[in-house]
């Protein structure tokens, strides 16, 4: 990240540009990782539904063979 002032480099850590003084807005940083995490959550429920249906769908199938047998 760089300052949008000066073009400095900051460490995460910066709250103001050490060369120019202007508050570094983490505002935005902040903000947007939820999102990410959001949209991590998301895509992590969507693949627990897949390995879901996959596993009643292989126990259902379990059954079938047991029930075929005896
Ligand atoms: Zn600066």
């Known amino acids: 990240m760089n300052c949008p002032k000066c073009g400095t480099a900051l460490t995460s850590t910066d709250v103001i540009c050490p060369a120019c003084?202007?508050?570094i807005n983490l505002e935005e940083e902040i903000s947007a990782e939820p999102i990410n995490k959001k949209a991590k959550k998301k895509f992590?429920?969507?693949?627990?539904?897949?390995?879901?249906?996959?596993?009643?769908?292989?126990?259902?199938?379990?059954?079938?063979?047991?029930?075929?047998?005896?």
């Open 21 to 23: 003084g202007n508050p």
């Open 44 to 70: 992590d429920v969507k693949f627990i539904i897949i390995v879901l249906i996959l596993l009643l769908f292989i126990i259902g199938f379990g059954i079938f063979i047991i029930q075929e047998l005896f």
